[in-house]
């Protein structure tokens, strides 16, 4: 027999610690995933740097590792009170730059296009968030953490645009158009 609800809609403290045990488990299968994610890929990166052979595979697993934390971590985001939208919009954009990136570094067609496409959705995300009529406020933490995601983008653009101006040239003659300039 199922207890009855208490005064003012409030439910038993059995079904919320419950709910509170599931979500720590949730949110504890999560971290595993990121971490999990963060040496599998961090490993492929450096083998990929290195030219040691498995560095494919282990930037793959890492990044579907990282997509599926992202998934489930899409649960834990709207316990911290994130509306449908923003959650969805920012798991897609993170979903689709993780998938650019692994494209980007097997040398795969369609790499810059996911890229690009997360790229834009992260920037839209304040655009959408500015004109949402819902009482539902992000954190100060959030709005730090998409500047400083911001400020990286924008300052590797700048690095990237000036590495294919100078392309093909000596470190000697970089630095005899500096001086002229």
């Not at 971590?73 to 993170?94: Q, R």
Request: proline share 3%; glycine share 8%.
């Amino acid at each position: 027999m199922e207890p009855a609800p208490l005064k003012n809609g409030e439910e038993p403290k059995i079904q919320k610690s419950r709910a509170t045990n599931d979500l720590k488990k949730n949110m504890e299968k999560t971290k595993l995933l990121n971490l999990l994610a963060f040496l599998a890929t961090a490993t492929g990166a450096i083998f990929k740097i290195m030219h040691w052979p498995g560095a494919s595979i282990c930037l793959i697993v890492g990044s579907l590792l990282l997509v599926i934390a992202l998934i489930l971590g899409l649960a834990k985001n709207k316990e911290s009170g994130a509306s449908d939208m923003v959650n969805y919009l920012f798991t897609g954009a993170s979903v689709f730059m993780v998938v650019g990136s692994v494209f980007m570094a097997q040398h795969w067609g369609g790499g810059r296009v996911f890229g690009m496409t997360g790229h834009i959705l992260m920037f839209i995300m304040p655009l959408i968030l500015l004109f949402q009529k819902d009482d539902s406020k992000m954190s100060n933490s959030f709005w730090s953490s998409y500047l400083v995601f911001v400020f990286m983008m924008v300052t590797l653009m700048m690095s990237r645009a000036h590495h294919q101006h100078h392309e093909g040239e000596t470190p000697q003659e970089h630095t005899e158009e500096v001086q002229s300039e």
